[in-house]
């Protein structure tokens, strides 16, 4: 059975629900945890190997953690990258958890990339969500900024875009940053 086969059966029985809860943002959402306890076994029952890496690269003046997702079956082999930034700063986080943080968020989407992991919604494609209409993106990322309860946040965030406003964003960097500021609120949700 070629890698192509024994992946489209794993997709195929493959179920990992969005059960974490993100209250901030009121969205149910998987992590890179979950899948892999998915993976495991169908790894196992199919007889390949699923394995991650991560690697640094450099898009214009910002910094990425490329995330690749790898399954093989010692002869043939699959790969899934996604990309996520790495923000300046985050409260309450040093140097290595950012990265952590980011390389957490970058393998998931990589390994829900190979996986197909689509059975729910992600909350960026929600068409209704308040912060897709055109003015409340905006004012979604500060009351996310406020809930962060981080004077500091802000004037970090406009230092890092090297911008003096949320209004000189452009919206798919508002989209980025209210990903980042969704990651955020995750990771200090989840150390309370």
């Known amino acids: 059975m070629s890698i192509y086969a024994k992946l489209t059966q794993i997709q195929n029985g493959m179920r990992v629900t969005k059960d974490k809860r993100n209250d901030f943002g009121k969205y149910t959402y998987r992590s890179a945890e979950m899948i892999y306890e998915a993976a495991k076994p169908l790894c196992l029952e199919h007889g390949v190997t699923l394995s991650m890496s991560d690697e640094v690269v450099q898009i214009g003046e910002r910094y990425y953690i490329k995330a690749t997702a790898t399954l093989t079956d010692g002869t043939e082999t699959i790969s899934k990258s996604a990309y996520a930034r790495e923000a300046e700063q985050m409260k309450g986080q040093s140097d290595p958890q950012v990265s952590g943080s980011t390389s957490s968020y970058a393998r998931k989407y990589a390994l829900q990339g190979l996986f197909l992991l689509d059975d729910n919604k992600d909350p960026d494609e929600v068409e209704d969500a308040p ?40 919206d798919g960097e508002l989209k980025t940053l209210s990903a980042q500021l969704d990651v955020k609120i995750e990771r200090m949700e989840e150390g309370k």
């Open 131 to 170: 912060d897709r209409k055109p003015n409340g993106l905006m004012s979604n990322i500060l009351e996310k900024i406020e809930y962060l309860n981080d004077p500091k946040l802000l004037p970090g965030i406009l230092k890092a875009y090297k911008k003096d406003s949320l209004n000189k964003f452009a």
